[in-house]
């Protein structure tokens, strides 16, 4: 309905085969309510004013003689740089007890031991051969075999 109002200020309706519109607009509130926003929308696009000339002096004058009214302003809250800081502090402190009690409770050994190499190199060959598949040069078919070679300090 509010297309065909506004085709009517347009003059793309026809204003005699427009009847039930302006019976309408006549009834309902709310589509003469529009009729008239369009007009003031109209006349501020062509930019003609319904004011009287003296309106701003008017409304200045309004204005002056308002009352002031002296009331405080509102103060946004914003936490202070400190209470930032400490809440910093406060969660570094907390990590740190954390990590504390941890390394209180794991038990530490007496002395490191160093376990013994008993792998002989025939156990790492028959190892690498049965996994082959699971290399990732898989994709080129290519077999590669790890021969292991030990070094003694002595010369052997």
Excluded at 20 to 38: F, I, S, V
Excluded at 134 to 153: D, F, K, Q, R, W
Aim: hydrophobic share 40%; aromatic share 6%; glycine share 4%.
């Amino acid at each position: 309905m509010k297309e065909q109002v506004s085709a009517l200020m347009d003059d793309e309706l026809d204003v005699d085969a427009s009847g039930h519109l302006l019976t309408a607009l006549n009834k309902d509130n709310k589509l003469c309510e529009c009729w008239a926003t369009y007009h003031m929308i109209g006349d501020s696009l062509r930019g003609a004013s319904h004011l009287n000339p003296d309106f701003h002096q008017r409304l200045m004058q309004r204005l002056e003689n308002e009352p002031t009214v002296l009331a405080p302003r509102r103060k946004s809250y914003k936490p202070p740089l400190m209470l930032s800081a400490a809440a910093s502090v406060a969660a570094v402190a907390f990590v740190g007890w954390i990590a504390l009690q941890q390394q209180t409770q794991a038990p530490t050994p007496a002395a490191p031991v160093l376990a013994q190499n008993n792998i002989s190199p025939e156990s790492v060959k028959s190892y690498l051969l049965a996994h082959q598949e699971l290399s990732p040069e898989n994709n080129m078919h290519a077999a590669y075999y790890v021969h292991p070679v030990a070094y003694a300090g002595n010369g052997n």
